[in-house]
């Protein structure tokens, strides 16, 4: 079957470093994509990775292990404003995306 | 930049209406989709399209409908709005690459 898990809930420390794991299992494989969402608004695109390995873009970075059937987001120097929902994502055999239930990341002062 | 608008940001419709929510993208995508978001729920398909005047249905269709006259339209129809309705529903595109773009939402409340 197809399926997307992640930690339901997190907490975290302002300025402080935080991983959230997203292990996935679908037929073929095109990609994952992260997610944000603030409560409620709309998710919005934040990353996708199609080759292992690490990808960073400013705070953000995305790891993928295909061999694994794992990626994390790694996020850094957390400010208040990231405080938000997390949602993995990857296509399945007929390129819809197949969604995690998303973590929720709670950042504390 | 892809945009995707919803029609309406709030609504508040009472038990038995008919309700419409549309969604236009300005990009040509040919895959739209129309999800709910429930807390602790995740997003759920309701139905998806695509191509004009195709819909296929997803997880829980029961009690919408969908249309598709037009490419860049996506309309999500409430045949008679009940209480369990109440949610939020995201419409989506779908890129070249696989990823979404989703409009900023529509809150239903339905009374």
């Known amino acids: 079957g197809q399926n997307i898990d992640q930690p339901t809930e997190m907490t975290a420390t302002e300025g402080a470093i935080v991983q959230i794991n997203c292990t996935y299992q679908?037929?073929?494989?095109?990609?994952l994509f992260w997610y944000q969402q603030h409560a409620g608004e709309a998710p919005t695109f934040l990353s996708y990775?199609?080759l292992d390995g690490l990808e960073e873009k400013g705070r953000f970075s995305s790891f993928l292990s295909r061999s694994k059937g794992y990626s994390y987001l790694l996020l850094k120097e957390l400010q208040m404003k990231d405080s938000a929902s997390y949602l993995c994502a990857a296509p399945d055999s007929n390129y819809q995306l197949i969604w995690g239930a998303g973590t929720k990341l709670i950042i504390k002062p | 930049d892809v945009k995707v608008t919803q029609s309406s940001r709030y609504l508040v419709k009472r038990t038995g209406e008919k309700v419409f929510l549309e969604c236009v993208q300005d990009?040509?995508?040919?895959?739209m989709f129309w999800y709910r978001q429930d807390p602790g729920l995740g997003l759920r398909l309701i139905y998806f399209?695509?191509?004009?005047?195709?819909?296929e249905k997803g997880d829980i269709p029961e009690g919408y409908s969908v249309s598709r006259e037009k490419k860049e339209r996506f309309s999500l129809i409430l045949e008679s709005a009940s209480t369990n309705q109440t949610s939020m529903y995201l419409c989506a595109t779908q890129h070249p690459n696989y990823g979404y773009t989703f409009g900023s939402g529509t809150r239903l409340t339905v009374v």
């Open positions: 399209s695509y191509d004009v005047k195709m819909k």
């Open positions: 679908t037929s073929g494989f095109n990609g």
């Open positions: 990775n199609v």
């Open positions: 990009m040509d995508h040919e895959n």
